[in-house]
């Protein structure tokens, strides 16, 4: 791992005791310029981990807190009037900066959630007719309760399927818990407010790496067939997409890039295919696995499917 990105893991998992799966995934969602979704029961440090590796790029960063009564203007702007000039002027929202923290996506209604899907897919707002860019590289880091549903609106699956990625965290175990408690008890400060940080123009030319880590016709036809297999699964209600297969293509290459590797191998597909599958495959009420058999499903996938 470059030393810019082992600095970014180290701070993340440093932050956040026992987040060294979340924060790899972190770091593959950065390299593949994509968005992220953080699901896991409240007080776990979902939060904490976002915002923990917006701050440490060296760019503009938003946090909106999503509640019931957000509107779209909060989150995208608006044009107010400016008298002495006689012009409307345009108020950019929180939405136009490097990083945006979207804090309990799932509390806002799905006409806000919706507002997202333009400036998610295409980089830009229209606002007033007029279509405003977002400045590269754009990123939005969602977190979402995977409990306590009262008051929440599930994201609808064009919303969903936007995420390149789904970073599940869970409660860590006793020994890791104990250590959390020492680091707030004062035992462990760490001060990294005088921490280098990576600039925006270098992260933009990781990511251009990472797009060019070679990837084979096998490999392409691999990927293919996960995809595949994942749409003849029986009980879902709806499938896996043509972007869902280019986001694991480039979900890979980040993962080839951080494992060192010449190009994408095989193992590079499947260490990320769970995360880049989970969120974007719902599973109806004749689906015999259980309620939370995403990933069960995602290894049947992958038995059934032969490697290269």
């Given at each position: 791992m470059r030393k810019e990105l082992d600095f970014i893991y180290q701070r993340l998992t440093k932050t956040v005791i026992g987040s060294?799966?979340?924060?790899?995934?972190?770091?593959?969602?950065?390299?593949?310029?994509?968005?992220?979704?953080?699901?896991?029961?409240?007080?776990?440090?979902?939060?904490?981990?976002?915002?923990?590796?917006?701050?440490?790029?060296?760019?503009?960063?938003?946090?909106?807190?999503?509640?019931?009564?957000?509107?779209?203007?909060?989150?995208?702007?608006?044009?107010?009037?400016?008298?002495?000039?006689?012009?409307?002027?345009?108020?950019?929202?929180?939405?136009?900066?490097n990083v945006l923290l979207a804090d309990e996506i799932n509390r806002t209604s799905p006409r806000i959630q919706s507002a997202l899907l333009e400036c998610m897919n295409e980089r830009q707002v229209s606002i007033d007719g007029i279509t405003r860019?977002?400045?590269?590289?754009?990123?939005?880091?969602?977190?979402?309760?995977?409990?306590?549903?009262?008051?929440?609106f599930a994201l609808p699956e064009p919303q969903l399927d936007r995420f390149l990625i789904s970073v599940n965290m869970t409660l860590p175990d006793r020994q890791t818990q104990?250590?959390?408690?020492?680091?707030?008890?004062?035992?462990?400060?760490?001060?990294?407010?005088?921490?280098?940080?990576?600039?925006?123009?270098?992260l933009i030319r990781l990511q251009s790496e990472v797009k060019a880590i070679p990837v084979s016709e096998e490999i392409c036809q691999y990927i293919t067939d996960l995809c595949e297999a994942a749409?003849?699964?029986?009980?879902?209600?709806?499938?896996?997409?043509?972007?869902?297969?280019?986001?694991?293509?480039?979900?890979?290459?980040?993962?080839?890039y951080l494992e060192g590797n010449p190009a994408v191998f095989p193992e590079d597909v499947k260490r990320i295919v769970g995360p880049v599958f989970s969120h974007r495959l719902a599973l109806g009420d004749d689906f015999d696995g259980g309620v939370n058999s995403s990933f069960g499903l995602i290894e049947e996938i992958l038995k059934e499917t032969k490697v290269p």
């Open positions: 060294e799966e979340p924060a790899f995934l972190m770091i593959v969602g950065l390299l593949s310029d994509g968005h992220m979704l953080i699901q896991g029961a409240p007080g776990i440090g979902k939060t904490t981990l976002a915002e923990t590796l917006a701050k440490s790029i060296d760019g503009s960063f938003s946090r909106v807190q999503f509640t019931p009564d957000l509107l779209s203007s909060d989150l995208l702007g608006y044009s107010i009037y400016h008298q002495g000039k006689e012009v409307f002027e345009f108020v950019p929202g929180p939405v136009f900066s860019p977002l400045s590269p590289p754009f990123m939005v880091i969602a977190t979402q309760n995977s409990i306590h549903s009262t008051g929440t104990s250590k959390i408690l020492m680091l707030h008890a004062g035992k462990n400060e760490s001060n990294d407010e005088d921490a280098e940080l990576i600039d925006v123009d270098e749409r003849r699964q029986r009980g879902m209600l709806h499938s896996i997409s043509a972007r869902a297969a280019i986001a694991l293509m480039r979900a890979s290459q980040a993962v080839a």
